[in-house]
């Protein structure tokens, strides 16, 4: 018998982060991996926000600060949600936190009780769940249809939504497919939830600035259920910053002195450089995006042509984030070389045999789309230079070339 807890028994490792060391692991057997696994920009911080933390260091400003982060860096995460997605939130309202990942999870845990009910729609980013299974909620899991861009309706929301449910959590842009939701949609969403004061939103908007199509919109700036969103972000993504862990929330204030609570008992606050580092990135113009930005669009641009080259990988377009998230069910019930032999040991029944054999094969690391609710398909991750991507699609291409 195991002496460790249910709780944690119960959860599984994150599948993003298992295969990106699964490969690192590869890398140092001297094993030639291509990683397009794990979700982070290849860019360098830029160099205004490293000032800010090197000043930070030399001013000494090495101790504790107020557990959801000091004020001023609050006051300045509320100017920047009010001047980027029309939020009014007090700094009392904001929370930041190591990353989006423990701001999410600070929310969660703020909010279900055992046997509470989280709408998840599907495809959904890693994490979720597995958050939800902490909190001992229960995911209900509601299909984006690919021929909608994977997104959810209202609709499906009203249909899914019962005396329990407590939260809905999904990502725009999304992580793994790329889909962002227009103002439309959302209203949809949220005329579907203003019937239930008892539904809260958590809008995930990590991938806010790496949005191809237009501005990223925000269901928390919807009047009928503004006071039910926690919108998360953080400087991860458009900064270039997945090493400096500052993520944060805006909420509802009973919610934000809930999470401020579970923090100040589990880690007290980030990181005061890193603090000052976030305060830089949120204040400065966020034109600073728009190189990275528009790298991740030519990339999406030739994975998009790379992948129309190969057989069988059905895909959306994605309008934001850095992920291909293609359906690749054309090679189930294939093996390498086909007439009944395993291909390397192995029948292709699904996403996560597939990424198994092109890790193996191809020595190009993906996730399985299981780990996103959906094994039909794999997610590759385009953070990278084209001249990798290039060469991974054409390992690629090979090795789904074999399996007959
Ligand atoms: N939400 C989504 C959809 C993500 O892809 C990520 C990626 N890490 C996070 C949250 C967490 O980001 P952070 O690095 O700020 O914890
Ligand atoms: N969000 C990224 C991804 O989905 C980073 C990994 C993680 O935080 O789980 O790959």
Avoid at 95 to 103: L, W, Y
Avoid at 170 to 183: A, D, H, M
Avoid at 245 to 273: L, Y
Wanted: proline share 4%; aromatic share 8%.
């Amino acid at each position: 018998m195991s002496i460790l807890s249910s709780r944690v028994t119960g959860i599984s490792e994150s599948q993003t982060i298992a295969m990106a060391r699964r490969s690192r692991e590869l890398k140092a057997q001297g094993v030639d991996v291509i990683n397009l696994s794990l979700g982070e920009p290849d860019f360098a911080t830029p160099e205004i926000i490293k000032e800010a933390a090197k000043s930070a260091i030399d001013n000494n400003f090495s101790y504790y600060t107020h557990v959801s982060g000091y004020l001023e860096l609050r006051e300045a995460v509320a100017r920047k949600f009010k001047r980027d997605n029309n939020l009014d939130f007090t700094a009392d309202q904001i929370v930041v936190s190591t990353g989006a990942k423990q701001s999410i999870a600070n929310a969660v845990l703020s909010l279900i009780d055992p046997g509470d009910e989280v709408i998840v729609p599907v495809p959904y980013w890693v994490s979720y769940l597995d958050i939800i299974k902490l909190a001992q909620g229960k995911a209900v899991l509601v299909d984006g249809a690919m021929e909608n861009d994977f997104k959810v309706t209202g609709a499906q929301i009203r249909k899914a939504i019962t005396p329990r449910t407590k939260l809905i959590i999904y990502s725009s842009p999304c992580n793994p497919t790329g889909s962002v939701y227009s103002r439309a949609e959302l209203q949809d969403l949220a005329a579907a939830i203003a019937g239930h004061p008892s539904v809260y939103v958590i809008s995930d908007e990590i991938y806010e600035f790496i949005n191809f199509e237009g501005k990223t919109e925000s269901i928390g700036s919807i009047p009928s259920v503004k006071d039910r969103v926690i919108t998360i972000n953080g400087v991860s993504k458009a900064f270039a910053m997945t090493g400096w862990r500052v993520g944060f929330m805006g909420a509802p204030a009973d919610i934000a002195k809930a999470c401020d609570k579970i923090q100040g008992q589990i880690t007290s606050a980030t990181c005061s450089i890193a603090q000052k580092a976030a305060e830089k990135a949120v204040s400065i113009d966020p034109s600073i995006t728009d190189a990275m930005r528009n790298s991740f669009r030519k990339r999406r641009d030739l994975v998009l042509q790379l992948t129309s080259n190969i057989p069988g990988l059905k895909t959306n377009v994605p309008q934001g984030a850095f992920y291909l998230f293609p359906e690749v069910s054309y090679y189930f019930g294939k093996s390498k070389g086909g007439s009944g032999k395993e291909a390397n040991g192995l029948t292709i029944k699904n996403g996560t045999d597939l990424c198994a054999y092109l890790l193996d094969e191809a020595k190009v690391a993906l996730v399985p789309g299981a780990a996103f609710g959906n094994d039909r398909h794999i997610r590759i991750s385009y953070a990278t230079s084209e001249e990798l991507l290039t060469k991974a699609f054409k390992r690629i291409g090979n090795a789904l070339a074999l399996l007959k």
